[in-house]
């Protein structure tokens, strides 16, 4: 089983900052991809940021050059510092661990739970 958690959701101003953390954890060979996503209500998850084994990052357009998505390979861990907050930015952030297992050989997809960020004056 693998485990994804999330924290350091929070309240906070306009033009402030947060850092999220994420933390895979369980029975796997190796983390792929990980990106981080957020959704407000009655609206679709959206993509914010991916961080690919690779090293290759993207953004979502609307966060590129405040945001930035950067990983600890050695701890399963991955980060997403937001700078410059805006109101449009409040949302449940959620991150996404792709996983590698043996026996067969497969790939997963595993979610955290959650953690609200809202930005407001």
């Known amino acids: 089983q693998v485990q994804v958690v999330e924290s350091g959701g929070g309240l906070v101003q306009p033009g402030g900052s947060l850092r999220l953390s994420c933390v895979a954890s369980?029975?796997?060979?190796?983390?792929?991809?990980m990106g981080w996503y957020r959704q407000v209500p009655e609206k679709e998850r959206e993509l914010v940021a991916l961080s690919a084994r690779s090293g290759t990052k993207t953004y979502a357009e609307s966060v590129r050059g405040r945001f930035t998505i950067s990983r600890d390979y050695a701890k399963n861990t991955v980060y997403l510092q937001m700078n410059s907050l805006k109101p449009e930015d409040t949302a449940v952030y959620y991150c996404k661990a792709g996983v590698e297992v043996n026996n067969p050989p497969r790939r997963y997809d595993y979610w955290g739970q959650g953690t609200q960020v809202t930005v407001s004056s």
């Open positions: 369980g029975n796997f060979v190796r983390l792929h991809d």
